[in-house]
């Protein structure tokens, strides 16, 4: 691979749920993965084991948060969030701040150069509202998580996949890459070697059609583990 660095744009880290953060670092030195992003886990708002493993293993990680939909000050809370080294916050397509619009909540990350990382499902990629949302905001990096939600669902979804990926059209707009375990099910009998029978032309889709600039990789650590596990998710992509 040369001198190129590898990032792990989505894995998992905490002491209430998953794997504590030592574990992940395992499997990144194992696999030769440089540098991650923490992402926090649905429905969790304290964001302070993510800002700690940030200072207990500086430059190694960045940190994408959540804030409570029913924060009183939303603005305040990102403030403090990003003065603490969080770089990224993570939103649900069916959760909307009480005190706040989604919109002026997305501007104020792009006024603040914080990363939204979006997770929902084809219905919501494909809607009016979420391409405005993208389109009123060029200042703000968006990221859609786990290729649109589409899961296991091609070929019958497969319009409204390609559907929800036309917001890749715009500038702001990039997608991540999960495993190949995410979009495949594990087969019944496992061979000597990783291998995939059949692979859906969705990550194809996205390559041909809007470039390799649009895509990330992320492992989905460590959910992946059930899958195909942590090697083979980068292992699946690269080849």
Known sequence: MGNKIIID???????????PIEILIIQMEINNVDKAILIQHAGFYDNS????????????F???G????????PKKTLLKLKKEGVSGIRLNSNINFSKISQNDFIQLCGEHEIVISYQGNLKFFSSDYFRSLSKKNPETKIVIEHLAGIGYEYPDKFEDFKNAIKSLEMENVYIKIPGLGEIVKRPEYLTSKF?????PPLIDTIYKTYGSEKMMWGSDFPPCSNR??????LLGIMN
């Open 9 to 19: 744009t989505h894995c998992h880290a905490g002491i209430n749920w998953f794997e």
């Open 228 to 233: 195909e596990g942590y090697k083979n998710t």
């Open 195 to 199: 291998h995939f029978e059949i692979i």
């Open 49 to 60: 084991y993510l800002v700690n493993s940030l200072r207990k293993y500086p430059g190694k």
């Open 66 to 73: 959540m804030i409570n939909p029913d924060d009183p000050n």
């Open 62 to 64: 960045k940190a994408c």
